[in-house]
């Protein structure tokens, strides 16, 4: 799931919770609707927070004559420790 299952799920909840006058005697659609949307807006946040944990630093040490990449404080027992970055260069448009 992501953005666009989370966008859909908030879009037929509005629409069970507020377009549709259906009764059908033992299932109520508003609360459907309200149910619907409240997942699709739990979903979107979830998304969120694994979209922003992927952008983390990432440190690498030279160990011998291997490199160990860790997620760790760039300072270590008065070493110069290497660190670098991925990032993303914004997309030109034309």
Do not use: C, K
């Not at 160990?68 to 030109?92: I, L, T």
Request: hydrophobic residues 55%; charged residues 20%; proline residues 2%.
């Amino acid at each position: 799931m992501g953005f666009g299952s989370s966008i859909f799920l908030i879009a037929m909840g509005a629409i069970f919770a507020f377009a549709v006058e259906a009764d059908l005697g033992w299932l109520n659609l508003s609360v459907v609707g309200w149910v619907l949307m409240l997942t699709g807006v739990a979903v979107l946040l979830i998304t969120l927070h694994f979209w922003n944990s992927r952008r983390r630093t990432v440190v690498a040490t030279a160990r011998g004559d291997r490199v160990v990449a860790e997620q760790v404080v760039p300072v270590q027992d008065d070493r110069v420790v290497e660190e670098y970055r991925e990032v993303r260069r914004p997309r030109r448009t034309v």
